[in-house]
């Protein structure tokens, strides 16, 4: 994995924005059309929703090394690394509907593929496992960046992420003796002990999603 590519990556969309504010200012517009069911503090909303948007980018590199730690360790590395490379790619080489993005924008973009891939592949981890390949909750924050993108245009990267995975993990990924010695291993109470560490995003920051209000 080269996350240190998209560090550097995250670090030149972070001095664009210092020039441009183009993010704040696309959020400050956006801020009325948001979702009723997004929660926000009434104090500082524009201030809690750039800080989001913000970790959500920057924890990317870290959510795909610490997915390959865990895929190596569990001995499926094969199967799983070509996903986190899919992820990868879609920030070092984003799509071509990503064509004229720049900037924290853009990022916006690129993270939730990242994310939504990870998402894709815990599901199926939970199908297989009864348990994550990470207990990271990424829901709530997702169906919020998924906002911040507008329905159309997030309706397509999230096409874009089912190709992938459709494309590179099927049933024969997980029926490998490595997978089932992994499977024996989730048994043990110090497994996940590592992940401890990644609270759900969404709510660290204080943005809220209440399913259950009805749509303006």
């Known amino acids: 994995m080269n996350t240190a590519a998209l560090r550097e ?7 664009h924005e210092a020039k441009t504010g183009h993010l704040t200012r696309q959020l400050e517009t956006q801020l009325p059309h948001l979702h009723p069911a997004i929660q926000l503090p009434d104090a500082d909303a524009k201030g809690v929703l750039t800080r989001f948007v913000t970790a959500y980018i920057e924890q990317v590199p870290d ?60 599901d199926l981890y939970i199908k297989h496992f009864a348990q994550p390949l990470i207990p990271l909750d990424m829901t709530v924050a997702n169906l919020i960046a998924h906002q911040l993108i507008g329905e159309d245009f997030a309706n397509q990267l999230d096409e874009a992420v089912h190709h992938a995975v459709d494309e590179m993990l099927n049933e024969k990924s997980f029926a490998l003796e490595s997978v089932e010695a992994y499977r024996e291993k989730l048994n043990s109470p110090d497994t996940g002990a590592a992940w401890k560490r990644w609270p759900c995003l969404s709510r660290q920051l204080g943005v809220g999603l209440e399913l259950d209000t009805p749509a303006a």
């Open 9 to 15: 990556q995250i670090q030149r969309a972070h001095q």
């Open 63 to 122: 959510l795909l090394d610490a997915a390959n730690e865990v895929a190596r360790e569990a001995g499926i590395e094969d199967q799983i690394k070509p996903v986190l490379k899919i992820a990868e790619q879609f920030f070092i080489q984003p799509p071509a509907i990503m064509e004229g993005h720049e900037g924290l924008d853009s990022l916006l973009d690129e993270a939730y593929l990242a994310h939504r891939l990870v998402e894709e592949v815990n």
